[in-house]
């Protein structure tokens, strides 16, 4: 399987943190840049962090200083850590990974913030 696979989403209440893992099967190494994006009910899906490899990292307005995107390359893993979570952070997260000569989407997790 080559798809990432993403898993931590779960149901938080406002102003709590969940960390999203994102397990990519190909070398992180060969990855040119991976992405978080999320789809919330009845909306299209949008980008949440973008992280070029041995770049930088980009993060939409309404996440900036609340998200952070780091990396295990033992693991093989990519993470997104949120923080002081709201009810429209609610939605599906998807791990996106961009390598030379494919690129790739996860099934997503749902996150819930709700109290």
């Known amino acids: 399987q080559v798809q990432p696979v993403e898993s931590g989403g779960g149901l938080v209440q406002p102003g709590g943190s969940l960390r999203l893992s994102c397990a990519v099967s190909?070398?992180?190494?060969?990855?040119?840049?991976m992405g978080w994006y999320r789809q919330a009910p009845g909306k299209e899906r949008e980008l949440v962090a973008r992280?070029?490899?041995?770049?930088?990292?980009k993060y939409t307005d309404s996440v900036k200083g609340r998200f952070s995107i780091s990396r295990d390359n033992a693991k093989n893993t990519v993470y997104l850590q949120m923080n002081s979570l709201r009810p429209d952070d609610t939605g599906v997260y998807f791990c996106?990974?961009?390598?030379?000569?494919?690129?790739?989407w996860g099934k997503g997790t749902l996150v819930t913030v709700s109290s």
């Open positions: 992280t070029i490899s041995g770049g930088t990292t």
């Open positions: 996106r990974t961009e390598f030379p000569d494919m690129t790739y």
């Open positions: 190909r070398s992180i190494f060969s990855m040119n840049a």
